[in-house]
């Protein structure tokens, strides 16, 4: 089994989020899922075939329902 094939089956430990607008009216896209490698890297895969200008956030998972 691939690392790859590992990661599809836990569950991710951070999102990728891109922002839209600034200040109280921005609003986040969630556009991707990161999971922990174990050795201070990410593995990181984004959904879709978007283009991302302006890079994106990874932010760590809360709870069981963002998972």
Known sequence: M???DTQEKTK???YAKVRHGQGQQAS???IGAAWD????SL???LHGT???Q???SLYPAKSAEEA
């Open 2 to 4: 691939s690392n790859n």
């Open 12 to 14: 991710p430990t951070h």
């Open 28 to 30: 986040y896209e969630q």
């Open 37 to 40: 490698n174990g050795d201070g």
């Open 43 to 45: 593995y990181v895969r």
């Open 50 to 52: 978007q283009i991302v």
């Open 54 to 56: 302006g890079g994106f």
